[in-house]
């Protein structure tokens, strides 16, 4: 924290004028602060260096950023400062939703629309093939000394059988492929989704499935939301396919960071509770 607060005082953005910092808590992959000049207040979000094996860019991130911010559903990027993977954002004034909040009817409607407007808008700047990373994922993450699960053939081929099934590549439109509850902020002028930084071109789909795992939505509420995203395209039973992946990813994306983050969070304890979460569901659809 030391190095990043003395980075901040040295910002020229910053010189002259009298601002505090605060940390912000929560996050598992950058290290965030508030900062508050007069009337004004940004975030300043610092990645760690090797955040490229997890698929982050923060030259994509802040462009990607400026789209969801033309489009009304992500924060105003303010400056990038590449020498130290340094992001300053405006700050998203509003509530943070919770678990309980995210299932409500009205919330289920807006965040489908939402993510519609998202996946309809201009294009990103990069693009990702979302079962490559997740291959990858497991790859890296034995290389890295990671602890294994015992079925990691079983589930690099799920990996495979998944994308057969899902047929990914026709749906490749603009996603922001981290839909947290608490990356989602209720504002005065509706939804905003904050934390851009794995966003890309990517199976559209992701980000909906991600929404429906995190949010444990009911049968009838992921009927909802699909209603409510409006596509024909788009089943239930293809739903259920994507979350069963989006489990399978989100562990090999934990298994990565019980060995690479700095990050006081127990990664291992989240890897092993999607494995088992998705070892539920592939039983259930008969992988």
């Not at 010189?15 to 996050?27: D, N």
């Not at 409006?230 to 934990?254: D, I, N, T």
């Not at 983050?261 to 592939?282: E, G, Q, T, V, W």
Request: a positive charge; proline letters at 3%.
């Amino acid at each position: 924290m030391e190095n990043h607060l003395a980075i901040i005082k040295k910002l020229p953005l910053l010189k002259g004028k009298r601002f505090s910092v605060t940390e912000l808590k929560g996050g598992i992959t950058n290290a965030n602060y508030k900062i508050r000049t007069g009337k004004k207040t940004c975030v300043a979000r610092f990645a760690p260096k090797d955040t490229a094996i997890l698929g982050v860019s923060k030259t994509h991130e802040v462009k990607n950023c400026a789209i969801a911010e033309r489009l009304g559903v992500g924060p105003k990027p303010v400056k990038f400062y590449p020498e130290h993977n340094l992001l300053l954002l405006e700050y998203v004034s509003g509530q943070v939703l919770n678990k309980k909040l995210i299932r409500k009817k009205s919330s289920i409607i807006k965040l489908a629309r939402l993510l519609k407007t998202i996946h309809e808008g201009p294009r990103f700047k990069n693009y990702v093939d979302l079962f490559d990373q997740a291959r990858q994922y497991f790859s890296t993450a034995k290389r890295l000394g990671a602890r294994m699960p015992g079925n990691s053939a079983y589930l690099i081929s799920s990996i495979d059988i998944l994308e057969r099934k899902l047929e990914n590549k026709s749906w490749f439109k603009p996603t922001h492929m981290d839909l947290m509850i608490t990356n989602v902020v209720q504002t005065k002028t509706g939804l905003q989704l904050i934390d851009w930084e794995y966003s890309a071109n990517a199976d559209c789909r992701f980000d909906v499935a991600f929404l429906s795992f995190k949010a444990s939505y009911t049968s009838a509420q992921d009927a909802l939301l699909l209603k409510s995203y409006g596509s024909k395209r788009f089943s239930v039973p293809q739903l259920e396919l994507m979350k069963c992946f989006v489990a399978l990813h989100q562990a090999g994306w934990y298994l990565i960071e019980t060995k690479l983050s700095k990050i006081k969070f127990d990664y291992k304890k989240y890897a092993i509770m999607h494995l088992n979460r998705f070892n539920k569901m592939a039983k259930r659809l008969s992988l």
